[in-house]
Nanobody
Framework: QVQLVESGGGSVQAGGFLRLSCVASGRSFDGLGWYRQAPGKQRELVADISREGRTRYLDSVQGRFAISRDNARKSVYLQMNSLKPEDTAVYLC?????????????WGQGTQVTVSS
């Protein structure tokens, strides 16, 4: 059974930092990543990382956030530095498998990140 369990959210002041962790168990995954959803806004990809270590970032977090994964620990991490109030959202861990042109996604329950000015 696939389970994605996040930890590390919280409340910080602008300029602060947080580190999110997610353990993705139950099978192996091609990609691991983090999405976020703020109230009234669409869910957006923050960063993801392939099994081979290729990364993608949302433009607005490039240079401030860093994603990494530990395949042995089945974990993905998001180091978030220089946080801004606009980073406030629920952050969701994502894991996916790509197979024959289709993509299968699994989601964590989400962890709240609140950045105050």
């Amino acid at each position: 059974q696939v389970q994605l369990v996040e930890s590390g959210g919280g409340s910080v002041q602008a300029g602060g930092f947080l580190r999110l962790s997610c353990v993705a168990s139950g099978r192996s995954f091609d990609g691991l990543g983090w999405y976020r959803q703020a109230p009234g806004k669409q869910r957006e990809l923050v960063a993801d990382i392939s099994r081979e270590g290729r990364t993608r970032y949302l433009d607005s977090v490039q240079g401030r956030f860093a994603i990494s994964r530990d395949n042995a620990r089945k974990s993905v991490y998001l180091q978030m530095n220089s946080l801004k109030p606009e980073d406030t959202a629920v952050y969701l861990c994502n894991a996916y498998v790509a197979d024959m042109g289709s993509r299968y996604d699994w989601w964590g329950q989400g962890t709240q990140v609140t950045v105050s000015s």
